[in-house]
């Protein structure tokens, strides 16, 4: 039952291997200044309109397509812990990806500690799912067509489905997770009870006007209730000059007798020219499922210098 299957990790500074550290704990994004705390009151701006955006976007995943039209730097680093949250291995790599093969010029490339198997297999099924994510993207060439999550294939395809939906399609169904695939639902009828949500003004990267979209657990709940919740927020930042997507931030708890996980994911995009492009993907988790290692991990990824190949 490999139900850790979210994405990447986050991690602003730390230092040393095998040192005790206090984890990075990822926060909404950080880089929206907000107008004030009053919510907007525009008579064409509701929390409907939002909604309606979150769920119906394409851009988002659209914008993680088309950076493979470029070439560009990438930053990845992943880190592994203990349960005192000492770090037992660590991955990082620099990379410049170009837009024909051969892909990617490695920069630097190192690992210390327990990363893999005897096999050269990861040890956690969370870095297995960072290199399905990126490290697949980078050496693919970019084809046109909508923007629509496709299917994953090979060992492992249903949970890389289930984690393109949970990135991409927030408030919808996962399928195929008992016992959890309909909490992430927290736009339907019965659930919004339990949720507030609420819109403001700010600028996002000092320059850019932006909503921000935010869903979270109502605080007045029983802790019974609370705890059945497994999206405990939700943040959205809208480009106000054309409504789409600019950064997500989710926060997710949850357990029962299968499993239990704890994971913050916040993903930021930025313009280069006219196009929008990933540029700092974060993670952190915890997983305990039965007869499974526990997974701690956090991730992070900086994707810049992006420009046209030859």
Do not use: C
Not at 133 to 152: C, D, E, L, R, W
Request: charged share 25%.
């Amino acid at each position: 039952m490999r139900y850790s299957l979210f994405i990447l990790l986050l991690l602003w500074s730390l230092k040393g291997y095998n040192q005790e550290i206090q984890r990075f704990t990822a926060d909404t994004i950080k880089t929206i200044q907000l107008d004030s705390t009053v919510n907007i009151t525009a008579e064409r701006l509701n929390v409907e309109t939002f909604i309606r955006a979150v769920t119906t976007d394409t851009s988002f995943y659209q914008a993680f397509r088309n950076m493979k039209k470029y070439a560009f730097t990438a930053e990845n680093s992943i880190y592994t812990y203990d349960k005192k949250n000492k770090v037992t291995g660590r991955l990082y790599r620099k990379m410049k990806r170009q837009t024909s093969a051969p892909w990617l010029e490695y920069l630097v490339k190192q690992d210390t500690g327990h990363l893999f198997k005897k096999n050269g297999k990861y040890e956690l099924y969370t870095a297995e799912m960072f290199d399905y994510i990126f490290m697949n993207a980078y050496q693919s060439a970019y084809t046109n067509g909508p923007s629509v999550v496709g299917k994953a294939a090979g060992a492992n395809a249903g949970y890389k489905e289930k984690l393109k939906t949970l990135i991409f399609s927030p408030g919808r169904p996962v399928k195929g997770l008992p016992f959890i695939g309909d909490k992430t639902e927290i736009f339907t009828a019965n659930m919004r009870q339990y949720y507030d949500y609420a819109f403001f003004s700010g600028t996002y990267l000092d320059s850019i006007p932006v909503y921000r979209f935010k869903v979270t657990v109502k605080p007045d709940l029983s802790s019974w209730t609370k705890g059945g919740l497994m999206i405990k927020e939700l943040t959205t930042i809208f480009d106000k000059r054309n409504f789409e997507i600019l950064g997500r931030y989710v926060d997710m708890k949850y357990s029962n007798m299968l499993f239990d996980f704890d994971v913050q994911m916040n993903i930021e995009m930025r313009y280069f020219g006219e196009e929008k492009l990933p540029a700092k993907i974060s993670y952190q988790g915890n997983w305990n499922v039965p007869l499974k290692k526990q997974e701690r991990a956090s991730v992070l990824v900086l994707q810049k210098d992006y420009h046209l190949g030859k």
